[in-house]
Nanobody, 121 residues
Framework: QVQLVESGGGSVQAGGSLRLSCAAS????????MGWFRQAPGKEREFVAA???????TFYADSVKGRFTISRGNAKNTYLQMNSLKPEDTAVYYC???????????????WGQGTQVTVSS
């Protein structure tokens, strides 16, 4: 059974940091691009960051560039270090695995259940 399980969400004040983790099982995720997306209430799901299967290439949305860092610990774990958090970063964050254009949600065929991140001002 394919599973992606996120953890590490929570509540933090503006300027704080959180580290999200994504644990994958059931598929050879070493061959897939891993991405993070987020969805705020009333908004569409949006791309946050992605990392290629080799870990050699990373991609970021302009809104998080310089503040967030995506990394892969091994074939099964992906992380999103979030620093200098802002209230507008508040959303449910989803981990995903897939192939294809990294910023497009439909490129990803496996999704986690999401973890809530709340940033207060």
């Amino acid at each position: 059974q394919v599973q992606l399980v996120e953890s590490g969400g929570g509540s933090v004040q503006a300027g704080g940091s959180l580290r999200l983790s994504c644990a994958a099982s059931g598929l050879p995720f070493s061959s897939r691009t891993m991405g993070w997306f987020r969805q705020a209430p009333g908004k569409e799901r949006e791309f946050v960051a992605a990392i290629t299967w080799s870990g050699g290439n990373t991609f970021y949305a302009d809104s998080v560039k310089g503040r967030f860092t995506i990394s892969r610990g091994n074939a099964k774990n992906t992380y999103l270090q979030m620093n200098s958090l802002k209230p507008e970063d508040t959303a449910v964050y989803y981990c995903a695995g897939g192939r294809g254009p990294v910023t497009i949600a439909r490129s990803y065929d496996y999704w986690g259940q999401g973890t809530q991140v709340t940033v207060s001002s």
